[in-house]
């Protein structure tokens, strides 16, 4: 199984117990202009937050009643562990969970190691300083969403 497809069983799957966790059964098919008037769109947000930060994050989306599922991940430049975070709500609620998220995942600067070659079996190592921290985000619509 390739990645794309590993991934879009894990969506499947975590977008499923998300929107049974909300209480939701269905919302109205591909979100038209109309239906985010009205507000009945859904969307899933995911958000990928270093793993220094998750516990905040998730403290203060569950304490703003959003339902979120967690996902141990890693990646980046430092191959680092994240946490990605799953959150289904409606469209008039997206906002205020990226605000959330961007008030407890900042950004700082961490020293790493790096090690340079001056030659034939010559190295030496220095420190180098590197941002890490903050969040990445995306939002996506919800064609249909089922309560089993």
């Given at each position: 199984?390739?990645?794309?497809?590993?991934?879009?069983?894990?969506?499947?799957?975590?977008?499923?117990?998300?929107?049974?966790?909300?209480?939701?059964?269905?919302?109205?098919?591909?979100?038209?202009?109309?239906?985010?008037?009205?507000?009945?769109?859904?969307?899933?947000?995911?958000?990928?937050?270093?793993?220094?930060?998750?516990?905040?994050?998730?403290?203060?989306?569950?304490?703003?009643?959003?339902?979120?599922?967690?996902?141990?991940?890693?990646?980046?430049?430092l191959m680092?562990?994240?946490?990605?975070?799953l959150?289904?709500?409606?469209?008039?609620?997206?906002?205020?969970?990226?605000r959330?998220?961007?008030?407890?995942?900042?950004?700082?600067?961490?020293?790493?190691?790096?090690?340079?070659?001056?030659?034939?079996?010559?190295?030496?190592?220095?420190?180098?300083?590197?941002?890490?921290?903050?969040?990445?985000?995306?939002?996506?619509?919800?064609?249909?969403?089922?309560?089993?």
């Amino acid at each position: 199984m390739d990645f794309d497809a590993a991934c879009a069983i894990i969506c499947a799957v975590q977008t499923e117990k998300l929107f049974a966790a909300a209480g939701r059964r269905q919302p109205p098919a591909p979100c038209a202009a109309a239906d985010q008037l009205e507000g009945d769109c859904m969307k899933l947000i995911f958000a990928i937050v270093s793993n220094d930060d998750s516990s905040r994050v998730s403290k203060e989306l569950t304490k703003n009643k959003y339902s979120v599922t967690k996902l141990a991940t890693t990646g980046g430049f430092l191959m680092a562990g994240n946490t990605t975070f799953l959150i289904g709500t409606d469209d008039d609620r997206v906002d205020d969970v990226i605000r959330i998220i961007g008030m407890h995942s900042k950004k700082r600067t961490q020293m790493v190691p790096s090690s340079a070659s001056y030659g034939v079996g010559m190295y030496t190592s220095f420190p180098v300083e590197v941002q890490v921290g903050g969040a990445t985000i995306f939002v996506t619509n919800i064609e249909r969403f089922e309560k089993l």
